[in-house]
C-alpha cells in the first residue's frame, strides 16, 4: 500500500551553520512517521513538500495525505483510492475531478477545536475588556482608565453551526457565564430570529453552496448595534463588502476576523485599518499539537480504511463536509 503524505519533514527544521531553527507545527516527525508505520506492516510512506514532486508520485499511490494546499491535482493518480486532509476544511480538496472520481475523501474534523474554540474566547475578551483601546493607549504612554468596559457573563452568545468546534466555543462561553444559543446546519431558518437576541454571533459553519454568503447586509441589519461578529468558520460565509459596511455604518460594533474572502487579505482591504476589527490569518487551529492530532485522526482513518470499514471522517462529496 503506497502512501504519499504531502508535508515538510523534520529534516528541513535541523540544525544549519550551527543555528537552531524552530520547528513548526506542521513539520513530519519520525514519530509521526513510526505511528503511521505502526498501523500496518506494507505501508511504504513517501513525504514530500515539492508540488512537482508530489504529482510525479501521486502517480502511483494508493492513499495521498496532506494539507489541502499541498494535495495535488489526481488526474494522474490511476491508484488512487483515497485522500485525507489533515484540516478540516474541503473547499480546496473537493475539486470537480475529485467529486467525479471513485476516491473515498476524509477530513480531520474535531482535531482543531480545543484552540479554536480558545480564539474566539480571545476575540470576546479582547472586545470586552477593551483590550483594542488599552494597546493603543500603551503606544502612546497614555495612563486612561476605560469606562467603557464590560463583562462576558450574562451576554447571549449565538453560535452558528454547532459541530466540534461550535460545540466546544459553547462549552467555554457556558463556563464564561453566557447563554449560550446555537442554530445547527439543518436548522439555519432559525438563524434571523436568533440574530437580535445575540452580543456575539460565532459563525462556525463550513463553505459550501448553501452558506456561501450566509451573512449579509440584510442579516447584520438584524443583529444589534451592539453586537460583535466572529467568522472563524471560512471567509466565503461572509459578502465581505456587506461587512465592511455594516462595521463603518456601525450597524454592528466589531469583528473578529480569522478568515476573510480572500485569502491573503489584501493589503487595500479597508478591513486592515478598522479601529473595531481584529485580524489573525487564519491561523486559529495552529496549535503545538496540530500535526499529532492530525496524524492520530490519519491513523484512525487509516485502520478503518484497511480493513474496509467506513471512514469516520468520510466527507460527503455532495454536501462538502
Not at 499529532?292 to 471512514?311: E, H, M, P, T, Y
Not at 469516520?312 to 454536501?319: A, E, G, I, M, R
Amino acid at each position: 500500500m503506497k502512501i504519499l503524505i504531502c508535508a515538510y519533514q523534520e529534516a528541513v527544521n535541523k540544525q544549519k551553520a550551527g543555528k537552531k531553527i524552530m520547528t513548526s507545527p506542521r513539520v513530519l516527525t519520525k514519530k509521526h512517521i513510526q505511528r503511521i508505520k505502526a498501523v500496518a506492516k506494507d505501508l511504504e510512506i513517501t513525504v514530500t513538500a515539492n508540488p512537482k514532486e508530489a504529482l510525479r508520485y501521486a502517480a502511483d499511490a494508493d492513499i495521498i495525505a496532506g494539507f489541502p494546499r499541498t494535495i495535488p491535482a489526481i488526474g494522474r493518480a490511476r491508484d488512487l483510492k483515497w485522500i485525507h486532509s489533515f484540516s478540516a476544511g474541503m473547499d480546496r480538496v473537493l475539486t470537480p475531478e475529485v467529486i467525479k472520481s471513485p476516491v473515498l475523501v476524509s477530513n480531520s474534523s474535531g482535531i482543531a477545536k480545543t484552540p479554536i474554540a480558545e480564539h474566539v474566547m480571545g476575540y470576546m475578551l479582547i472586545f470586552s475588556r477593551g483590550f483594542l483601546r488599552s494597546l493603543e493607549n500603551q503606544k502612546k504612554h497614555l495612563w486612561k482608565r476605560d469606562e467603557t468596559l464590560t463583562e462576558l457573563r450574562g451576554k447571549t452568545v449565538l453560535i452558528v453551526g454547532l459541530g466540534n468546534i461550535g460545540g466546544e466555543v459553547a462549552r467555554l462561553a457556558h463556563a464564561f457565564g453566557c447563554q449560550v444559543i446555537a442554530v445547527t446546519r439543518k436548522k439555519s431558518s432559525m438563524l434571523d430570529r436568533m440574530l437580535p437576541k445575540a452580543d456575539f454571533v460565532i459563525s462556525c459553519l463550513p463553505h459550501t453552496k448553501e452558506t456561501h454568503h450566509l451573512f449579509t447586509a440584510a442579516r447584520f441589519r438584524k443583529m444589534k448595534p451592539s453586537a460583535i461578529f466572529v467568522n472563524i468558520g471560512r471567509g466565503g460565509l461572509v459578502r465581505e463588502k456587506d461587512l465592511i459596511a455594516a462595521l463603518k455604518k456601525k450597524i454592528i460594533a466589531g469583528a473578529g476576523l480569522d478568515v476573510t474572502e480572500t485569502e491573503p487579505l489584501p493589503p487595500a482591504s479597508p478591513l486592515w485599518s478598522m479601529p473595531n476589527v481584529i485580524i489573525t490569518p487564519h491561523h486559529s487551529a495552529t496549535s503545538e499539537y496540530s500535526l499529532d492530532r492530525s496524524v492520530d485522526r490519519f491513523c484512525l482513518n487509516l485502520k478503518a480504511f484497511l480493513i474496509g470499514d467506513r471512514l469516520p471522517n468520510l466527507v460527503d462529496k455532495k454536501l462538502g463536509y
